[in-house]
């Protein structure tokens, strides 16, 4: 037997396994094959999606059966015109083929196909068109369902430049910096010192410090460090938001 003999026998009147789709069972089965399959039958559409297409029910099958809508939306991408010429019988789904197969077709029958939209255009706009509202609809619960992000909190700081002018002469300046250092406040970060002359072999400190400004009080700092043992005084010489 040829392979494509072989294949033929296996996918030969599929649709017959899904005569139930009025059933949440009948519909999960459906689902389950369609998760590895394109089509109901072979490896093309044929007349067999469309006998399977007509039991549906589009709004019954929403997002609990994401297989059997993912294959529905692209079987009803197709127009009428296209869809009557994929291969297969037609006599289920092709009205010119029932009626010369059986003249005094129901009226229920005629609903029916008219339901699925096989040969009005229009019906198969408004499918599309419902099944794109539901998905947007879905993915917006799923959106107002997820909390909202973290607001960033902004902390305003500034970098500030002191001058640290000592007593005399024989004050110790890297001992003086050193114990500026020990000043911890909530909110206050200390940067590198530098010594730098002032006159007549008289050296001063200048140092950097950041402040988070909402915490940190500038005239509080300031006495802080004038209150150290070889502070003579403190002057502010760059005050910089960051």
């Known amino acids: 037997v040829s392979t494509q003999s072989t294949w033929g026998l296996y996918f030969t009147n599929m649709a017959a396994q899904f005569?139930?789709?009025?059933?949440?069972?009948?519909?999960q089965k459906l689902n389950d094959f369609l998760a590895t399959h394109s089509y109901i039958e072979g490896f093309n559409a044929s007349q067999a999606d469309i006998e399977v297409a007509i039991q549906l029910n589009v709004a019954c099958v929403g997002c609990k059966y994401p297989h059997v809508n993912r294959w529905l939306s692209h079987i009803l991408s197709f127009p009428p015109c296209v869809r009557s010429?994929?291969?297969?019988?037609?006599?289920?789904?092709?009205?010119?083929?029932?009626?010369?197969?059986?003249p005094a077709k129901k009226a229920d029958d005629d609903d029916d196909d008219m339901a699925f939209g096989?040969?009005?255009?229009?019906?198969?706009?408004e499918a599309a068109a419902e099944l794109i509202k539901?998905?947007?609809?879905?993915?917006?619960?799923?959106?107002?369902?997820?909390?909202?992000?973290?607001?960033?909190?902004?902390?305003?700081?500034?970098?500030?430049?002191?001058?640290?002018?000592?007593?005399?002469?024989?004050?110790?300046?890297?001992?003086?910096e050193a114990q500026l250092k020990k000043i911890n406040l909530d909110g206050l970060v200390w940067g590198g010192g530098e010594l730098k002359p002032i006159a007549f072999?008289?050296?001063?400190?200048?140092?950097?410090?950041?402040?988070?400004?909402?915490?940190?009080a500038v005239d509080d700092l300031t006495e802080?460090?004038?209150?150290?043992e070889g502070v003579q005084s403190v002057d502010i010489v760059a005050f910089n938001k960051i």
Do not use: F, N, Y
Request: aromatic fraction near 2%; charge should be negative.
């Open 19 to 27: 005569k139930d789709l009025k059933s949440e069972s009948g519909l």
């Open 85 to 102: 010429r994929w291969p297969g019988d037609k006599s289920s789904t092709c009205p010119a083929a029932a009626a010369k197969a059986a």
């Open 118 to 125: 096989l040969d009005d255009d229009d019906d198969d706009a």
């Open 134 to 176: 539901k998905k947007k609809a879905a993915e917006e619960a799923k959106k107002a369902a997820l909390p909202p992000p973290p607001k960033k909190t902004v902390i305003a700081k500034s970098s500030i430049v002191w001058d640290v002018k000592p007593e005399d002469s024989e004050t110790d300046l890297r001992g003086v």
């Open 201 to 216: 072999g008289i050296m001063k400190l200048q140092i950097v410090c950041v402040v988070e400004d909402d915490k940190v």
């Open 224 to 228: 802080h460090m004038e209150a150290i």
